[in-house]
């Protein structure tokens, strides 16, 4: 992609246009709803930050998260009269160019794996995210099954066997797996 063309509508071959200055004089979709979404998260912060001793005092333990918010505050007031004063870019759209069904659909598969981990456990949700998210990235399904279930033990050996790390157990018996793993490996003590 020549860096120094910005804005034409064949531009998406998978490289990214976000180079330094990306767009200096356009507007992308859903950029200026995103300005203003950070304005409003910078003045919670702030609120919140007012909340932890106030500002009475140089060396109160609120200066430096209430200066900080403020300082987020500032500049997103600024950025957010600059970008409204853009135009918007042509040929773009938030569902093709910014926000694509695969990247919703991951979203999705996170929100369920945070809803599912707790009840059904670790290794069933992990298996499952993994399996459909590299099946999403558009692999067939053995070798989507292949690397996900590959992945999973790796994973679950290195932090819950090496490192004793718990994780949910869910409907897994996953004490007794562990313990048969010992078993094998360390002899029964």
């Not at 004089?25 to 106030?54: C, D, H, Y």
């Not at 333990?61 to 957010?80: E, F, H, N, S």
């Not at 399996?131 to 099954?145: D, M, T």
Request: charged share 15%; aromatic share 10%.
């Amino acid at each position: 992609m020549d860096p120094n063309f910005r804005g034409d509508t064949d531009h998406h071959d998978g490289t990214s246009d976000a180079t330094p200055g990306g767009y200096s004089k356009q507007r992308r979709p859903g950029e200026l709803v995103f300005t203003f979404f950070l304005l409003g998260a910078s003045v919670v912060l702030l609120n919140e930050a007012f909340g932890i001793s106030g500002f009475g005092k140089l060396s109160a333990p609120g200066t430096v998260p209430v200066v900080t918010a403020a300082i987020m505050v500032v500049c997103m007031l600024i950025v957010g009269a600059q970008t409204v004063r853009l135009p918007k870019v042509a040929g773009e759209t938030l569902a093709r160019d910014i926000l694509p069904w695969r990247v919703l659909a991951f979203v999705a598969f996170l929100v369920a794996y945070a809803l599912a981990v707790r009840p059904l456990g670790f290794l069933p949700t992990t298996a499952l995210f993994l399996v459909f998210g590299i099946r999403l990235l558009g692999r067939g399904w053995v070798f989507s099954a292949g690397v996900g279930l590959g992945a999973l033990i790796c994973i679950w050996i290195v932090f819950r066997i090496v490192f004793t790390v718990l994780m949910p157990a869910g409907i897994v018996p996953e004490a007794e797996l562990v313990q048969l793993i010992r078993n094998l490996f360390g002899g029964a003590r």
